[in-house]
């Protein structure tokens, strides 16, 4: 017992200096060994150690004799009385990352491991590429190749001679071109001899030598130009030397010299032209339209295009632009006005661009309406009526615009109304008592007033226009209903001249011209009435009548029942008394049958274009007080043609005026 005591006081005191403590630091909870025990016995869960052994942490007591001894945990190795961790590399959650730890091996330490790259996420990273991956990284550029005719990269004309070009010989004396810093000097067989010195006396003028440092070789200077050296030379002229040049042609010298005219000098002279400072009686219709058009289409019919040398060769600056062509209920107005206000601007430019354009005026057609009979509008002609005056000023409204103020203003002199006559009828009887009762007159005067004083949308006044009418005065021959009609006609047009003031000027249609009865002279120097009794010579004297007394007469008409129409005596002025300032002219009648040889109407147009020639001079039907040059005289014709010119001659022989 002793020896055992004594002995475990031993190996305690042995264990105390390995490590044995009062303090249990065991990581296993054993029990103690009993007093007795010489070994351990058990398992390695039921190892014996003396009662005082204590352990360090991390340790496994080991089963000894009477002894306090013990091993390490896996990962741990002795170290004196301790367990020290073995020193096996980085630790994953010890907060560092390091060794081969990685965001994949340990997340604790490294953190989470970013998203790998994948090609269309818009994001050009990782091993990406323009190669690998052109949708995120965008295109690769094409690599410079040779022959893609392309001198770009590293290629040059030693690498790729396809795409660069030959390379430049380098300058060489004697290569037959002169180049680099090869001179005339430096290389006499590739740049060519040096030039010698210029020298006075070696027959070539060159250097700084002239006519006068080296006259052997430049030649003798020219004299110069001196007045009166009997040379026109140099800037000499008929103005600044007439001693050299002669004297001017007067014609060119911006003066109308008191010997020139304008025939002989139209340069010069443009003032002594007849119309040049505007021609007020003088003036010709340009029948641009047609008066028919195509049924199905219902579009717009006009002559072929007339010239600016044409327009010159009236002679005259007075035009009225007639687009002609009635409007039906069926058609489309706006683009059949559009289409007329087109080629009205048309002339209106072609004439202001002409010859003394400045002192030219023009009128213009408003577009006229088919007259329905009272049937086809129920009796309600005031609707129709009200309907054409509306659509009417709208086409105005849109000529002006088209034109521009400064035309308007200025050059534009009228409107023309190309109705004929007063239209009235059984349901539309001529009222002579109150005349604005009267449709169709009221529609004149509507639109006389409109174009007298109508405004923009801004309120601002358009410059005043005058009206131009030009009514036919009634044929006396049985085609044309009975004399009680006649006499009605001939009063309505008489009203609306002598009583209103919605015409400026009228120029009335004998209808001589177009007449079916016409007079022919015999070679003998009779006349001949053909068919029967000409009643347009009564009409041709009643104009001349209204011209000299500017009020409105009636012609001659047989068989006029004056119980019937009361004021038909011929020569009477309808209504009594002329009340208004409207002026009375007389139109002028002309066509192509007048110089068409073919034609089977040949001789009876020259025989009646003739006649109202030798009226309207006063050659025959002679009428006191009658002077055609105080008077509006205006020219219709029908057509242009082959005829043209000589209808054009006609006119100026009646005007006696030159083309410009």
């Not at 014996?48 to 360090?56: G, K, N, R, S």
């Not at 004299?223 to 050299?244: A, F, L, V, W, Y």
């Not at 010069?268 to 641009?288: E, I, Q, R, W």
Request: charge should be negative.
């Amino acid at each position: 017992m002793f020896r055992k005591t004594a002995f475990s006081l031993f190996f305690c005191a042995a264990i105390i200096s390995l490590g044995c403590s009062n303090e249990s630091n065991s990581a296993q909870d054993n029990p103690p060994c009993e007093e007795g025990d010489s070994q351990c016995e058990g398992t390695s869960q039921q190892n014996c150690v003396p009662e005082e052994c204590t352990f360090p942490a991390h340790s496994v007591a080991k089963c000894v004799d009477d002894a306090c001894d013990f091993d390490c945990e896996e990962g741990y190795e002795k170290d004196g009385n301790s367990c020290a961790a073995v020193n096996s590399g980085p630790i994953c959650g010890d907060h560092k990352c390091e060794g081969d730890e990685t965001c994949t091996s340990c997340e604790q330490d490294c953190g989470k491991c970013e998203a790998e790259p994948s090609c269309g996420d818009q994001q050009c990273n990782g091993e990406e590429t323009c190669e690998t991956c052109e949708q995120d990284c965008g295109k690769c550029e094409a690599k410079p190749s040779c022959g893609d005719q392309e001198c770009n990269g590293e290629e040059t004309c030693e690498t790729c001679e396809q795409d660069c070009g030959k390379c430049a010989a380098e300058p060489s004396c004697g290569d037959q071109e002169c180049n680099g810093d090869e001179t005339c000097e430096t290389c006499e067989q590739d740049c060519g001899k040096c030039a010698a010195e210029p020298t006075c006396g070696d027959q070539q003028c060159n250097g700084d030598e002239t006519c006068e440092t080296c006259e052997q070789d430049c030649g003798k200077c020219e004299i110069k130009p001196s007045c009166g050296d009997k040379q026109c030379n140099g800037d000499e002229t008929c103005e600044t030397c007439e001693q050299d040049c002669g004297k001017c042609d007067p014609c060119g010298n911006h003066t109308c010299d008191a010997d020139e005219t304008y025939a002989s000098c139209k340069a010069d002279c443009m003032s002594k032209h007849p119309c040049a400072n505007g021609c007020p009686t003088k003036m010709a219709f340009l029948y641009v339209g047609v008066n028919s058009k195509d049924d199905t289409t219902h579009k717009y019919k006009y002559y072929n295009d007339l010239t600016v040398e044409e327009i010159d060769a009236f002679g005259l600056t007075d035009f009225v632009i007639t687009t002609a062509y009635s409007y039906r209920t069926d058609d489309d107005t706006d683009k059949l006005s559009k289409e007329r206000i087109q080629v009205s601007k048309k002339y209106v430019d072609m004439i202001l661009n002409s010859t003394n354009g400045e002192n030219k005026h023009v009128w213009i057609t408003v577009p006229a309406w088919k007259i329905p009979s009272c049937k086809d509008v129920s009796n309600n002609m005031k609707t129709f009526y009200d309907k054409v005056t509306t659509d009417t000023k709208k086409y105005i409204d849109d000529l002006r615009a088209a034109l521009g103020e400064d035309i308007w203003n200025n050059h534009v002199k009228g409107i023309y109304i190309p109705y004929e006559s007063v239209v009235f009828s059984d349901c539309m009887k001529f009222d002579t008592s109150n005349l604005y009762s009267n449709n169709h007159l009221k529609m004149f005067k509507d639109i006389s007033d409109y174009v007298r004083t109508a405004k923009t949308a801004d309120g601002k006044t358009w410059k005043a226009k005058s009206m131009l009418w030009s009514p036919y005065m009634v044929k006396n021959d049985n085609y044309w209903y009975g004399a009680e009609y006649k006499c009605r006609f001939n009063t309505a047009m008489g009203y609306a001249i002598n009583k209103t003031d919605i015409f400026d000027l009228v120029v009335i249609q004998p209808g001589h011209y177009f007449s079916v009865i016409y007079q022919e002279k015999l070679s003998s120097g009779e006349t001949k009435v053909i068919q029967k009794k000409d009643g347009q010579t009564a009409n041709m004297h009643a104009i001349k009548q209204s011209i000299v007394g500017q009020a409105f007469v009636y012609p001659e008409i047989d068989g006029c029942d004056k119980t019937k129409c009361a004021a038909c005596s011929a020569g009477k002025v309808v209504g009594d008394t002329k009340t208004s300032k409207t002026k009375i002219g007389v139109q002028m009648e002309i066509d192509w049958e007048f110089t068409d040889t073919k034609s089977t109407n040949y001789k009876k147009k020259q025989d009646l274009y003739q006649q109202t020639v030798d009226c309207f001079n006063n050659k025959t039907d002679v009428i006191s007080g009658y002077d055609k040059n105080k008077y509006t005289f205006s020219y219709y014709w029908g057509a242009k043609g082959s005829t043209f010119s000589q209808l054009q001659a006609k006119v100026r022989e009646f005007y006696g005026v030159e083309p410009f």
